[in-house]
């Protein structure tokens, strides 16, 4: 399984972030949750949310009222949008597949990140 972050990397402040992750090489509505995990820079991995093989969405609390994350199967494709941006939302976004609910450890079903700036 790959998996690939899309989308742009400068966003102005106010603005909602759009991300997309596009998964080869195995399907998203079979097994596994579907996951977004973000890193400021000089902090660690954040938790964001999670889209299961069922369609349920699971978010971080602290980013619950800001954070939607969808998908299109038949595209094999999930998608993070974060609204209201601020420069603090500045990070390398990663999306990845996991056993759990929740991941904050990388393994071998991650995206590379791609960086998002917040910036006007």
């Known amino acids: 399984v790959q998996l690939q972050e899309s989308g742009p990397g400068l966003v102005k402040p106010s603005q909602t972030l759009s991300l997309t992750c596009t998964v080869s090489?195995?399907?998203?509505?079979?097994?596994?949750?579907w996951t977004w995990i973000r890193q400021p820079p000089g902090k660690g991995l954040e938790w964001m949310g999670t889209?299961?093989?069922?369609?349920?969405?699971y978010y971080n609390p602290s980013l619950k009222s800001r954070t939607s994350i969808s998908r299109d199967t038949s595209k094999n494709q999930f998608t993070l949008q974060l609204s209201s941006v601020t420069p603090e939302d500045t990070a390398v976004y990663y999306c990845a597949r996991s056993e759990t609910r929740v991941t904050v450890t990388k393994g071998p079903y991650w995206g590379q990140g791609t960086q998002v700036t917040v910036s006007s």
């Open positions: 090489g195995g399907s998203i509505t079979t097994n596994y949750y």
């Open positions: 889209i299961a093989y069922s369609g349920n969405t």
